[in-house]
């Protein structure tokens, strides 16, 4: 038994809700600008008591849940996030203990938007491998900690979330392929400058905004319209697969035109698309998880479709999955 499956999903996005018109009252912005550059019109933000461990404890409950799985059959814990807890430890490590896993494995995952693919990849290598039969991979992200309110060009962008998946040995495999890849020649790009080793926080740095997500977001913009149409042609023919043969595709939610433009050149016709940017904004390594659950609540996905998902971001990094939902 070498293959892997994902045997449960849940997600969870905090209540509060942040609307196009309440940045309207904010910042020099319109829902009709957001609406079109970015189709999004709403994004659910963490509580100021609620950090990153909360947001991926209620996925990872809601997954067990829905999967009748005991935390006791989890493995390892993985968890995909550019926005911690704490620089370290690990949030991975506070996630399992607070689900009473004390002891076992635990760590993160800091590959920006494109954590959830990265994770998925690493989980499905580990399972194969015989290492862990069972291993949970969170997506979570509290991006709206690191957003500089008063930054049109970024404020409107981000929300908090997290999404949760059980993955499991099987005889039966769903991992058909993986392309993976990043490009750290410029890492100011997309990052968040201030508080770690190349710049520690001082009262200047933090004077300077350097506790902010920063981005050039026409340059991203390129590269994502890029990088989701590469990637997704190599990971297909990585798995012998054609463009025909893909049931969904669950793309990072980053902007509702980058999911377009991929989407169009890999001739996947919108309802073959799986998008809740409306809802969520882009919510980093919590994306896409929080995409298939919902698509899966909703009974779209049956076993046997092909699946590719396929994300980019800071880094710059970026890949792509294929996957047989079993
Ligand atoms: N409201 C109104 N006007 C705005 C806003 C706003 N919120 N933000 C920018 N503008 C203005 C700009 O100032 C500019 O004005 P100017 O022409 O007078 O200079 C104009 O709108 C156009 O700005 P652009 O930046 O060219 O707008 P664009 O169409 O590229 O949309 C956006 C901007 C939405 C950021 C887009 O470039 C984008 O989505 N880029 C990718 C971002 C991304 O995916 N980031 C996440 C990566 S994942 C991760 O790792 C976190």
């Given at each position: 038994m070498n293959g892997v499956k994902i045997s449960a999903v849940g997600h969870y996005a905090p209540a509060a809700i942040l609307t196009n018109e309440d940045l309207e009252k904010t910042l020099d912005t319109s829902d009709e600008w957001i609406t079109t550059r970015t189709g999004m019109k709403r994004r659910h933000i963490a509580a100021p008591d609620q950090a990153t461990s909360d947001l991926c404890i209620a996925a990872a409950r809601d997954a067990l849940q829905n999967g009748k799985i005991?935390?006791?059959?989890?493995?390892c814990f993985i968890v995909a996030t550019s926005?911690?807890?704490?620089?370290?430890?690990?949030?991975a490590c506070i996630v399992a203990a607070q689900l009473g896993a004390t002891g076992k494995p635990a760590f993160d995952m800091e590959i920006a938007c494109s954590g959830f693919i990265y994770g998925l990849t690493m989980a499905s290598g580990l399972i194969r491998a015989g290492i862990y039969s069972r291993v949970m991979l969170i997506g979570a992200e509290s991006l709206s900690k690191i957003?500089?309110?008063?930054d049109r060009s970024t404020a409107i962008l981000f929300g908090d979330g997290a999404g949760a998946v059980v993955l499991e040995a099987s005889?039966?495999?769903?991992?058909l392929s993986s392309e993976l890849g990043a490009d750290?020649?410029?890492?100011?790009?997309?990052?968040?400058?201030?508080?770690?080793?190349?710049r520690p926080f001082t009262a200047e740095s933090l004077a300077a905004g350097e506790q902010y997500l920063r981005m050039e977001g026409r340059e991203i913009f390129k590269f994502a319209v890029t990088k989701m149409i590469e990637s997704t042609g190599i990971a297909l023919r990585n798995a012998g697969l054609?463009?025909?043969?893909?049931?969904?595709l669950i793309p990072h939610q980053a902007n509702r035109r980058i999911i377009d433009a991929a989407a169009k050149y890999l001739d996947m016709p919108d309802d073959k698309v799986i998008v809740n940017i409306e809802e969520y904004g882009n919510t980093s390594a919590a994306s896409i998880p929080i995409a298939l659950s919902e698509a899966l609540h909703a009974g779209r996905i049956k076993a046997g479709d092909i699946i590719v998902f396929v994300g980019f971001g800071g880094g710059l990094s970026w890949g792509a999955v294929t996957w047989r939902w079993a």
């Open positions: 005991a935390t006791a059959d989890i493995d926005t911690p807890d704490y620089p370290f430890p690990a949030t957003v500089d309110r008063t005889a039966e495999n769903s991992f750290g020649r410029r890492p100011e790009m997309l990052c968040l400058l201030g508080g770690g080793s190349r054609q463009k025909s043969d893909v049931n969904w």
